[in-house]
Nanobody
Framework: QVQLVESGGGSVQAGGSLRLSCAAS????????IGWFRQAPGKEREGVAR????????AYAASVKGRFTISQDNAKNTVYLQMSSLKPEDTAMYYC???????????????????WGQGTQVTVSS
């Protein structure tokens, strides 16, 4: 059974940085995708970045491109989201999610992901 556990959230001032981690377990094959999503109160869940486990292909939402970087350490089965130049509008609960198989194209839609972590809160103050 696939399990995803996020860590690294917290509070930071605008312009600061945070790194989130997503530890994955239970995958018995390669080629799956891990995505980072966020959801602020009263708003829909938004995909911000995703990475393909095999090969490391990445994709980003326009709202975070150039500020966020997704990466992975396959030896640790961990995916990271490095967030820089944070803005108050980045405040949200951040979730990592995994696909059942692979993913195609931008693959930032929540419906494309089958496994979800419990989330970690990121708060950016002005």
């Amino acid at each position: 059974q696939v399990q995803l556990v996020e860590s690294g959230g917290g509070s930071v001032q605008a312009g600061g940085s945070l790194r989130l981690s997503c530890a994955a377990s239970g995958y018995t094959y390669s080629g799956y995708c891990i995505g980072w999503f966020r959801q602020a109160p009263g708003k829909e869940r938004e995909g911000v970045a995703r990475i393909v486990q095999a090969g490391g292909n990445t994709a980003y939402a326009a709202s975070v491109k150039g500020r966020f970087t997704i990466s992975q350490d396959n030896a640790k089965n961990t995916v990271y989201l490095q967030m820089s130049s944070l803005k108050p509008e980045d405040t949200a609960m951040y979730y990592c999610a995994g696909t059942l198989w692979g993913c195609y194209g931008l693959a930032l839609g929540a419906k494309e992901y089958n496994y979800w972590g419990q989330g970690t809160q990121v708060t950016v103050s002005s």
